[in-house]
């Protein structure tokens, strides 16, 4: 199928430029092959992060002609050929070398959400009790393969920089002062606080955590990360929306979160007002 | 030693589904852990297991318990499993996944609010938890949400390279750091290797980059015994076309949904050749064998859900004879569902269309994965066409040598579990059967791990083994050898195992793998990465190819020396199976020379009690 030209992003921390190669492509090839192929004949230092090529473990994220994609499940036959094929690191997050970024962030975002709590086992064996249809919707969210694209577009990370910031033992904070030192959780961690808000068993409440240190509040709904989202993800709307309801319903009424809470513990199915799409 | 160190009382090698269960049992004891891994957290290997977790719950059906796990899983291995640890795993699991539950696991439910279970080959009852086609996913994410709250230090994109000893003892391990290059040393009083399989020591895998069998060579170096090492599993079906995504996974869970096997005559080859021992347990005919897929419980399962090893070699068999699809595969399909009138040719039609209502749809909700695999990856709807498969290298059954109990390997101090140990799974391994493995397992070298440490003080580390260590490594940076490229030398050697030491063996061409093996080992050692030690690839390739060389070596070693088939292992030479190998395992370890040895272990008899129960399933 002949030779495309690839332009990728060769650096590190001190800066860096676009460098171009040559891929020989083949049917059915994907972005990653041609990494792997230029890595392997003529740029064996170029670093990218990749596990399984099957777009399972979300390793891989990268921007290729400009849109944030898993590299591995970018098909060639869906990019044009005439022109080089564009191959940058993501955005938000801070370069280690080539396409490989710094994204422990996220993991330190993740640590500040309270580990799932349940209520008190259904059955004498020790074991509980849940329909199908309670768990479809919180299976949607943790359908989520941590590929950080979402966080990657999110204009509150990527343009407005709300990473928080790191105190002396490594814990994450929303900072006073400028901006910048506030902290945004992001959409993957809106989705993981939604997946155990919703889930049937679990007895924490984590709305205060929403409002205050997630700052849920700084998401104005652009979409932009339901759109790159590989695991088609309703991130926005079963996820963020219904938890912005939430955070407004408990701040005007504190009861509320009791209220649903036990609901959901006697097995009463949740109010009907939650949009609710198909995944 | 002007190095960075760190202490833990344990150290966990290795953040997949074992690595990560071991090093949360070890810190509930209450000692301090640090856990390593090669890439990030939650990316390991687990995460692209797709079919279940096989447990006895009996939530599908009530006639299930651990005596037919048990009896099952020797059927499987083919009686060279340590059936201790078969007994153990099949008694343990039901808690373990239960336990998941209790971590915030959200399985699949029965109607009734339980945890789904599903149909597996070789498993006699529905027994593998799933949630979709993406258990793996829904296990290490809970255990990593679990895990990070327990104190636990991760140390991530951190590859260790060597393990560290004191005497006989291990006392910890040097490793380096991805990002930058350096060099870091754990010391700690126990060690436990959870660091996956081998599979990139083959061409066509379903494996990731991170399976160049570093623990097994860890260990292997470091003084402990590989037990079992040739036999290789082969997953029946990979991915064959496109080229680019040649042996990318397609789940069994295909074939337990009622997915066929064709070859290119339309024939269901399958039921053309039943193995005897599992007669009794198999579909008469193509009605039987869907009824089974759709939780009939009369009905015995289809010939596509007999044993891995079995399926691979019939689709290998089909391919050879000219009977293979346009791409060396077979197809597998289960679009004959969505066709119209396919049900009338039943004598019940009706019974299977009160469970599907909507073919395509049922398609889509049970295998939403699959679905999308070969909708974005090979551009086939599967609900409309038949899928091209093949053979694909997916799993070591052999691995280090650990005590049944303990997980102990034969170097004090040295754990290991998950697939890099060996023990359970005999001859051929059960779908299902390593993610409960990983569960068992981890958890009982996490708790013997930290015991260990409690009864044992911290050893000392040898600064002149970590400079020599550190000195070789640092080599490949400096070409003072030669300029061998180290993605060509892996490629290389990936054709060699591929071609001489794969599916079908045979002795002369095993012992011309060695060669090849011996040739390649020196080439090894002039590879060169240029650069500098950050974030870079080639030198990473330059260390793994020493572990996969070790890996090779040790599985055409074994493979020579079992001169009969059985399980995975298909000698062409000796194509029978005999019963003076039916007791006894392959051991490889480090002579006194560096060489490579090997020897025979009897496998102890079994007690009584648990010989009944294999008497009773049969
Ligand atoms: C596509 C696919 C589907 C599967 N489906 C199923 C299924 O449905 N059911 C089932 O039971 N089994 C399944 N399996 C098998 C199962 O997934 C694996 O056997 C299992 O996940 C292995 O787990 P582990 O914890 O032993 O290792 P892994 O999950 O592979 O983890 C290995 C860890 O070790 C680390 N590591 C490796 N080397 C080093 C080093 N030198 N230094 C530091 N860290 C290191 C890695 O970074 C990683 O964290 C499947 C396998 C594949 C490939
Ligand atoms: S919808 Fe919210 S979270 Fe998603 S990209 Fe827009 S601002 Fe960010
Ligand atoms: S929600 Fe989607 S885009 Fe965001 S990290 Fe998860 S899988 Fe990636
Ligand atoms: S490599 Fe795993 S998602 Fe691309």
Not at chain 2, 324 to 340: A, E, I, R
Not at chain 2, 542 to 548: E, G, H, M, S
């Amino acid at each position: 199928m002949g030779k495309v030209t690839f332009r990728i992003w060769r650096g590190d921390k001190s800066g860096g430029d676009f460098k171009d190669y040559q891929a020989e492509i083949s049917e059915g090839m994907v972005v990653l092959d041609a990494v792997h192929q230029i890595q392997a004949t003529q740029a064996p230092d170029l670093a990218c992060r990749w596990n399984c090529k099957a777009g399972k473990c979300g390793s891989c994220s990268a921007e290729v002609n400009g849109k944030p994609r898993l590299m591995c499940m970018t098909r060639m036959d869906t990019l044009p050929h005439d022109q080089p094929v564009m191959i940058q690191p993501m955005k938000a997050f801070p370069i280690i070398r080539d396409l490989v970024t710094d994204v422990s962030w996220n993991y330190r975002v993740n640590k500040l959400i309270p580990p799932f709590k349940p209520r008190p086992p259904d059955a004498p064996d020790g074991t509980w009790r849940m329909g199908q249809e309670e768990v479809d919707r919180i299976q949607e969210f943790r359908k989520c393969i941590e590929c950080f694209l979402c966080q990657n577009v999110c204009h509150v990370l990527r343009e407005h920089h709300r990473f928080g910031q790191t105190d002396e033992k490594g814990q994450l904070t929303s900072g006073q002062g400028p901006s910048e030192a506030e902290l945004f959780g992001g959409p993957r961690f809106m989705i993981r606080v939604a997946s155990l808000e919703m889930h049937p068993l679990d007895t924490v409440n984590r709305l205060p955590l929403l409002q205050k240190e997630l700052n849920i509040g700084l998401c104005n709904i652009t979409k932009c990360c339901t759109e790159v989202c590989p695991e088609h993800i309703h991130i926005t709307d079963n996820g963020i929306i219904p938890l912005k309801e939430r955070v407004v319903d408990e701040f005007y009424d504190p009861l509320m979160w009791a209220v649903r809470k036990v609901g959901e513990a006697l097995g009463v199915r949740r109010r009907k007002s939650l949009p609710m799409v198909n995944p | 030693m002007n190095i960075q160190t760190y202490e833990h009382d344990v150290i966990v090698v290795g953040a997949g589904g074992a690595g990560l269960r071991a090093a949360i049992e070890a810190s509930a004891a209450g000692v301090s852990v640090g856990l390593v891994c090669k890439s990030l957290l939650g990316k390991a290997h687990t995460v692209m297991a797709e079919g279940g977790i096989a447990a006895a719950l009996a939530n599908v059906d009530e006639r299930d318990n651990w005596k037919v796990h048990f009896a099952d899983t020797m059927r499987g291995g083919q009686y060279v499993n340590n059936w201790r640890m078969a007994q153990i795993h099949a008694q343990e699991a039901p808690d373990r996944v239960r336990e998941l539950e209790a971590w915030g696991a959200v399985f699949d439910r029965t109607p009734d609010g339980r945890i789904l279970q599903r149909n597996f080959g070789g498993h006699r009852y529905p027994r593998l938890a799933h949630v979709g086609d993406r258990t793996g996913l829904e296990m290490i994410r809970t255990l990593q949400d679990h895990g990070i709250h327990q104190g636990i230090a991760v140390y991530m994109e951190c590859t260790i390279i060597s393990l560290l000893k004191d005497g006989e003892r291990v006392v910890g391990a040097l490793g380096y750091y991805r990002e930058n290059g350096r060099f870091v040393v754990f010391h700690a009083k126990a060690v436990v290797l959870a660091t996956g399989g081998v599979g990139k020591a083959y061409k066509i895998t379903s494996n990731s980059w991170e399976y160049t069998g570093d623990g097994h060579a860890l260990a292997y170096h470091a003084g402990a015994e590989l037990q079992d090492m040739e036999f290789v599993q082969f997953h029946p079906t990979g991915m064959v076309w496109p080229p680019s995504v040649r042996g990318i996974l397609v789940t069994e869970g295909v074939r337990g949904e009622g997915g066929i096997l064709l070859n290119s005559e339309g024939r269901r080859f399958m039921f053309d050749d039943i193995p005897e021992n599992y007669r009794n347990q198999t579909a008469k005919n193509e009605e039987e064998g869907f009824r089974y897929c759709l939780g009939d419980k009369n009905a015995n399962r289809p010939p596509e859900l007999l044993t891995r090893d079995h399926v691979a070699r019939c689709i290998r068999r089909e391919v050879k004879e000219g009977r293979g699809s346009p791409h060396g595969g077979v197809y597998l399909d289960v679009s004959w569902m969505t066709k119209p009138g396919a049900f009338s040719k039943f004598k019940d039609p009706e019974f299977v269309r009160s469970r599907i209502k909507d073919p395509v749809e049922h398609i889509k909700k049970k295998l939403p994965s699959m679905y999308h695999q070969f909708k974005e990856l090979g551009g086939l709807d599967i609900t409309k066409e038949p899928m091209e498969v093949g053979p694909t290298t997916h799993y070591i059954m052999g691995g280090i040598r650990v005590d049944p109990d303990t997980q102990m390997s034969r170097v004090p101090g040295l754990f290991a579990c998950g697939e890099c140990a060996c023990g359970i799974n005999g001859a051929n391994r059960l779908g299902g059967n390593s993610l409960s493995d990983l569960l068992v397992f981890g958890k009982r070298a996490g708790e013997f791990a930290a015991k260990y440490a409690k009864e044992h003080s911290a050893g000392r580390i040898n600064p002149q083994q970590v400079e020599e260590e550190m000195r070789a490594a640092l080599a490949f940076l400096d070409s003072p050898l030669g300029q061998e490229n180290p993605f060509q030398v892996q490629y290389d050697l990936q054709n060699v195992m591929q071609d001489l030491v794969g599916i079908v063996r045979t002795e002369a061409e095993m012992v011309k793998a060695l060669e090849r093996i011996q040739e390649l080992k020196e080439r090894a050692k002039r590879s060169f990465a240029p650069g500098n030690r950050e974030y870079n690839p080639g030198w990473h390739t330059c260390l793994d190819l020493r572990n996969l060389l070790t890996v090779s070596e040790a599985i055409t070693r074994a493979a020579i020396e079992r001169r009969e088939s059985r399980g995975a292992q298909f000698r062409e030479d000796y194509p029978e199976k005999k019963a003076e190998y039916g007791n006894r395992n392959t051991i490889v370890s480090k002579g006194p020379n560096g060489e490579m040895q090997f020897r025979w272990e009897p496998i102890p008899e079994m007690p009584a009690e648990l010989k009944r129960i294999i008497e009773e399933m049969k």
